[in-house]
Nanobody, 117 residues
């Protein structure tokens, strides 16, 4: 059974940093695109960053230069390093895995990030 379990969220002051982790099971990174999404209250879920099976990364314009997505195949974990956090980064952050033989789409339960001004 595929599982995505996020951790690392919390409360941080503006300008601070957080590193989110997504521990996965039964995900082969080379055939999945792993993504971090976020959803703020009253807003649609949006893509923050993604790392393709090839290792190519992409970022939303709103976080470019402040956020880094990475993965560790040995630990089956995907990370989102967030620096220079802003109050507008406050949201629930979700880990996502898309791909595999059947074009699967898996989600984690989310982790809350709150940035105080």
């Amino acid at each position: 059974q595929v599982q995505l379990v996020e951790s690392g969220g919390g409360l941080v002051q503006a300008g601070g940093s957080l590193r989110l982790s997504c521990a996965t099971s039964r995900i082969i990174f080379s055939i999945y695109t792993m993504g971090w999404y976020r959803q703020a209250p009253g807003k649609q879920r949006e893509l923050v960053a993604a790392i393709a099976g090839s290792g190519r990364t992409s970022y939303a314009d709103s976080v470019k230069g402040r956020v880094t997505i990475s993965r560790d195949s040995a630990k089956n974990t995907v990370y989102l390093q967030m620096n220079s956090l802003k109050p507008e980064d406050t949201a629930v952050y979700y880990c996502n895995a898309k791909g595999g033989i059947r074009n699967n789409d898996y989600w984690g339960q989310g982790t809350q990030v709150t940035v105080s001004s």
